[in-house]
């Protein structure tokens, strides 16, 4: 078994384990992760408009 077979059997692995954890999700749950996706992608664009400054 080579590294390329063992990472690629890993990320199937972790892909496939995410996108269970995903669909386990209730509405509650998927309202929690959405606020933190938009806070990450909030604090990403406000990290990238202030390259102008350095």
Do not use: N, P
């Not at 995410?18 to 909030?42: N, P, R, S």
Request: aromatic share 18%; proline share 0%.
């Amino acid at each position: 078994m080579g590294i390329s077979s063992a990472i690629s059997g890993w990320f199937k692995t972790v892909l496939h384990e995410t996108w269970t954890w995903f669909a386990m999700l209730d509405h509650q749950e998927w309202f929690v992760v959405l606020g933190m996706v938009a806070a990450f992608g909030f604090l990403c664009m406000r990290g990238f408009g202030s390259i102008d400054r350095v």
